[in-house]
């Protein structure tokens, strides 16, 4: 079984920094691409920022030039460094995988992590 392991969240003042980690684990073949998400109290879960398997990565329009999207070389990492933040950034912060293919199936599949709380105050 395909699992998605969130680290790094916590309470930070506005301005300060705060890396998230997502580490994937299971019987992986490959992963297209990986993702934040967040989700606000009384909002919809919104994409942060993506990156494919080739390095390729795209953000929301709220946190670029703030945030930055990377892969680890086994391709089974994911880390968002969060710089300069604002109290509008405090929500759970989601990985998602999407395009996991595991060694026992050609079948492609998503998976989600369990989430991590960033909360932005003074």
């Known amino acids: 079984q395909v699992e998605l392991l969130e680290s790094g969240g916590g309470l930070v003042q506005p301005g300060g920094s705060l890396t998230l980690s997502c580490a994937a684990s299971g019987p992986i073949d490959r992963i297209h691409s990986m993702d934040w998400y967040r989700q606000a109290p009384g909002k919809q879960r919104e994409l942060v920022a993506r990156?494919?398997?080739?390095?390729?990565?795209d953000y929301a329009r709220t946190v670029k030039g703030r945030f930055r999207i990377s892969r680890g070389s086994a391709l089974d990492t994911v880390t968002l460094q969060m710089n300069s933040l604002k109290p509008e950034d405090t929500a759970v912060y989601y990985c998602?995988?999407?395009?996991?293919?595991?060694?026992?199936?050609?079948?492609?599949?998503?998976?989600w992590g369990q989430g991590t709380q960033v909360t932005v105050s003074s």
């Open positions: 998602h995988a999407t395009g996991v293919v595991i060694i026992t199936s050609p079948y492609e599949s998503d998976y």
């Open positions: 990156i494919t398997s080739g390095g390729v990565s």
